[in-house]
């Protein structure tokens, strides 16, 4: 599955983003991803050109300041997950933020994302409104300040917006500023739910647009690679059909099973839900890559082994790649921890159970490797 042909654009900076969102017909700003790509991997979305906004400098911080906290519009979901001053002075964020989506899809996803693109459902949304934030955005016209007014002000611009917007062109132009001017929470927003409407696609365009390709270069299990891609082209594709590397597998692609799941740089992450362009200058750890050497199992595939933590293996490798993050970060996790971190990976036929005693004795064995001479001390008790 592909998303449809578009140009791809990565602007450095905010006012070539705002210049090319002035010039372009028909353009995607491309945050996080995780609400974009599952609808242009379903072509619920066809734009004409994407301006991808992971390498815009400048717009991924969390400052605290004037009594108020700011972040930025590209500030991933997980680092205001794992923010100690998000934690002291909004613990209720970090709270909400368990609760959206898994840690694969918070790896990616971003504030100024979850604002745009305004599902109903979203907890960074409804938190937003409900602590008043006010969103600094920037448009040709330079910049400016939307209030959040209180909690009864979304069910009305939730209903509104897809009535008024549905028919003319995506007007999400917003970006947040990087020097926004004190309100309690400052992300970028455009004119609201955009992403939910249809944008048509001129028969025209499709044509001009189709096959574009860029040079990439990137690493891959420590193995360096120069590669073209067409740029529609998700990463997963790549790196199953021109890496070669099939043990990432696809189910749903579109974010949701996570069989997909790799490690990008050293966060885990759906390759479905990614262009592969966007590794351009990257590190990336597919399941191909964890085990030390041909003839040695990572201790996670040893334990995976010896507890039958899998049946068919098709959801296994992206289990695995989630649970190196997550045994890096947690090393001695508890069952319930561990049964949180592998939400976001479907099994369909083990049943978790021998999945998390295998996760469970993998925590104990990577102890022991870490520490060898206390796991080998005699007892005294
Ligand atoms: C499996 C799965 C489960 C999920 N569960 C939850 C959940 O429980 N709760 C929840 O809240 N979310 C959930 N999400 C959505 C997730 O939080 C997304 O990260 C979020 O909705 C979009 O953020 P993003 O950075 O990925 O944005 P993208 O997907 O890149 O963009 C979303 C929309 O916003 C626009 N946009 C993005 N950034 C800007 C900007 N700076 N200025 C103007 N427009 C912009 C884009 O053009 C697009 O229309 C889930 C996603 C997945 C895949
Ligand atoms: S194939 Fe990527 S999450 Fe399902
Ligand atoms: S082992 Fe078959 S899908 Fe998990």
Redesign the pocket.
Known sequence: MKPPPFRYHDPKTVSETVSLLASLENA???????????MLNFRFVLPDHIID?NRVEG?AYIREAKGTIEIG??TR?RDLEFSDAVRARWPIMHEALL????RQ??N???I???L??L?P?????SLATAYDATVT?AGPNGEREIPSTGGHDVPRRLRELPQVRSDRR?A?????SPTSGGGALA????EGA??AARSIRRPSALGATMGETRKISLTVNGKRYEEEVEVRVTLADFIRHQLGLTGTHLGCE???CGACTILFDDRSA?SC?MLAVQADGHDILTVEGIAPSPDELHPLQQAFHENHGLQCGFCTPGILTTLIEFLRDNPDPTEQEVRVAIS?NLCRCTGYQNIVIAALDAAKRLRAQAAPSQATAPQTS
């Open positions: 995607k700003l491309l945050a996080g991803g995780q609400s974009l790509m599952p906004l717009l519009a590209m979901q609760q959206v989506g898994h899809t918070r990616r996803g971003t100024g994302g979850s745009c693109h599902d459902a979203a907890e960074l949304v955005v995506c999400c132009a917003g970006l947040l992300a970028g927003a455009g955009c992403a579109h974010g949701v759906r839900l976001g």
